[in-house]
Structure formats: structure tokens, C-alpha cells
């Protein structure tokens, strides 16, 4: 028998929105039917964007990935809203703030136009596009992401922008190119100079954190770097002083890209130190050798230094760099991350 329960979604600023949701719907379908958008993207239980903790009442949960939720967080609590249907009242606490919080879908979906198409590494496409129409504006946090739609198809892959908003109506994206990959096959074969994709977004709960002068180190694997660049080029925009380090990784020196543009960064931001870093390197390699785990843990233990932690690239990465940053001490409320996840 289906029942009806109440859903109080609590955000970072401890503000709130309280709504229905029969225990044959999830929170994010619940939402989407009384106009409430919540940060979800993949709504497939394999993303992540959606997670929350459950700090009141009780549900079940949908087949979901355990890279998205892992076991040890499903039993402390947290939840997946795309796969969470409530069987009593629930209140749930989400990593954003209000305003994140959107009450209509109108201004999120727009055209753009591809105006760049060019590969930049072995496996890295730049696919740039600007927004069409009278209003170019283009606003997104630094982090966010945004689903692009194959044209003439109704299949999306959610990007993150390497730029930061503008006025101008520019997206920089840095696409890793999948054998098989759906929208890797539109790159390759039928993507041209002109065309119109349609585009949905931001979305996204990855971003910078406030936290006072404290150092900000931000680790990339591969096309990680886009929103890596899109939160250090935000700081060079806001003229932010905190020191700050990228440590940009790939496994080897055919696929890494964009190193002329974060020189050009660290020329004009002072506070920028670079760590490009290659894992099965040859001996003219001129950067640092290793995997960006490795370099981490070396500067990490050099230093004593305990900075916020920025994450962004494959599970296991990301997860190779938490474990050390846990071993060294950082807490975990300093660490941020955002895994690449199979796409469906």
C-alpha cells in the first residue's frame, strides 16, 4: 500500500524546504513533481551529486554504486536522494546552501554553439562552446557542471567548465575521449564547428569552501583539472591570497595537456605553485615524476602542512589521496572531493 510522508531538506545555512513524497517515489523524483529542484545529476544512484544524511526517520534504499556510497557512509547514514523513497516522515541534511535550491527548470536548459573543437592530448578533446541568443550570461560556482546533449538524441554527459562564469556566454570544457564512450563517439565523428547542442546546468555541489587564510591544494587526475582550473582561475579573478597548489596528474607524458596555460597562471598568480606530474615517464620528462599521489605525500610529510584538500578525478585517485591525506592528519571535514563515475 503506497503511503504518503513528509521530506525536510535541510541546507548548510540551516535553512529548509519541506514537501510529499509517496514511498513509491524517491526525494529527487518527489521533488521534481511539486517544482523542487535539488541537486541530483546521473539520478541513477551512480554520481553522488545527491547525497545527503539522513538525520531523522527512516527509508530504503534503491540499487545504487558503491563508489557513490560507499558501505561505510550508507551505515553512518548518508543517502543518495535519487534512490532514497522514505517509508516514514525523514529529514535530510544536504552540503549546499539554499540557493543552490532551484523552484523552476526555466533559465536552466539553453543553446549554445560549438566554436572550438580541437584535440589537445592523446585522449583529451577542448570541446568550447558560447551561448546563443540575447542573454549570453553564463553563471555557475566554480566546480559546478553542466549536461551537454548529443544533438538530435536525447543522451547527456555531465562536464564541468574549465573557465568561470562570465558574461560572454563561454564554456571551456576538457573531454576525456572513451573508446565506445557515447558522447566520445560524437566528438569524434560528428561533432563540427557551428553546430548547436543543447545545454542544461549548472549543477553540482563541488566547489571552493571558505575557510580563512588556509593554504587550498587541489589534486587532478587527468580531465579533473577542468574544475580544478575553473576554482584556482576564480581565486586569480577575486584576487584571493591563500597559497595554493595544483597537483595535475596523468600516466603518461602523451596525455597531458594545457601545461602552457597553467604557466601562464602561475606567472600572474604569485600565490600559484604548480605540480605536473607524470606516472610512467621518460627521462626528458622536465616535471615531476610520479603519481600525484606520490608528490602529495612527499610535500605533504616535507612540510607538515595542513591545507584544505580539493579531489577530482577516478575513484581510485581519489580515494589513494584521501587515504593519505587521513594518515597524515587532515580532518575530513577539510577534504573535498568529486569522483569520475561510469556514466549510467
Not at 548548510?12 to 521533488?31: K, P, W
Not at 535539488?38 to 545527503?52: F, I, P, Q, V, Y
Not at 552540503?95 to 523552476?104: K, V
Not at 602529495?296 to 579531489?311: C, F, I, M
Request: aromatic share 10%; hydrophobic share 35%; proline share 4%.
Amino acid at each position: 500500500m503506497v503511503s504518503t510522508h513528509q521530506v525536510k531538506i535541510i541546507t548548510q545555512d540551516d535553512e529548509s524546504v519541506t514537501f510529499e513524497c509517496r514511498s513509491d517515489e524517491d526525494v529527487i523524483s518527489a521533488g521534481l513533481r511539486q517544482d523542487i529542484y535539488l541537486m541530483a545529476s546521473c539520478r541513477e544512484g551512480g554520481c553522488a551529486t545527491c547525497k545527503g544524511y539522513c538525520s531523522e526517520g527512516d527509508y530504503v534504499l534503491g540499487k545504487f554504486s558503491s563508489q557513490a556510497l560507499p558501505y561505510e557512509e550508507e551505515e553512518a547514514g548518508e543517502v543518495l536522494l535519487c534512490r532514497c523513497y522514505p517509508t516514514t516522515d525523514i529529514e535530510v541534511e544536504v552540503p549546499y546552501t539554499y540557493d543552490r535550491i532551484s523552484f523552476s527548470d526555466e533559465g536552466l536548459a539553453f543553446e549554445a554553439e560549438v566554436v572550438e573543437l580541437s584535440q589537445i592530448s592523446s585522449n583529451v578533446v577542448k570541446f568550447q562552446l558560447k551561448r546563443t541568443g540575447d542573454d549570453k550570461q553564463v553563471n555557475f560556482a566554480s566546480g559546478q557542471f553542466f549536461d551537454l546533449e548529443i544533438p538530435g538524441t536525447d543522451i547527456t554527459r555531465s562536464y564541468s567548465p574549465a573557465n568561470t562564469a562570465n558574461q560572454q556566454g563561454d564554456l571551456e570544457f576538457l573531454i576525456r575521449i572513451v573508446e565506445g564512450g557515447q558522447f566520445s563517439t560524437y566528438l569524434k565523428n560528428d561533432a563540427k564547428i557551428g553546430q548547436k547542442i543543447n545545454v542544461k546546468g549548472p549543477s553540482g555541489i563541488f566547489g571552493l569552501k571558505e575557510n580563512g587564510f588556509t593554504p587550498r591544494y587541489f589534486v587532478a587526475g587527468g580531465t579533473g583539472l577542468a574544475p580544478v582550473l575553473s576554482m584556482v582561475r576564480r581565486m586569480h579573478e577575486w584576487d584571493e591570497p591563500q597559497k595554493c597548489v595544483i597537483y595535475f596528474g596523468v600516466n603518461t607524458e602523451e596525455e597531458i595537456f594545457y601545461l602552457d596555460e597553467l604557466d601562464r597562471l602561475a606567472e600572474e598568480m604569485k600565490t600559484l605553485e604548480l605540480r605536473n606530474c607524470v606516472w610512467k615517464c621518460s627521462d626528458e620528462w622536465h616535471c615531476e615524476r610520479g603519481s600525484v599521489v606520490d608528490i602529495l605525500r612527499r610535500d605533504l610529510q616535507e612540510t607538515a602542512a595542513k591545507p584544505d584538500l580539493y579531489l577530482c578525478g577516478p575513484p581510485g585517485m581519489v580515494d589513494a589521496t584521501f587515504a593519505v591525506c587521513a594518515e597524515l592528519g587532515i580532518p575530513k571535514e577539510r577534504i573535498y572531493l568529486e569522483k569520475f563515475l561510469p556514466s549510467g
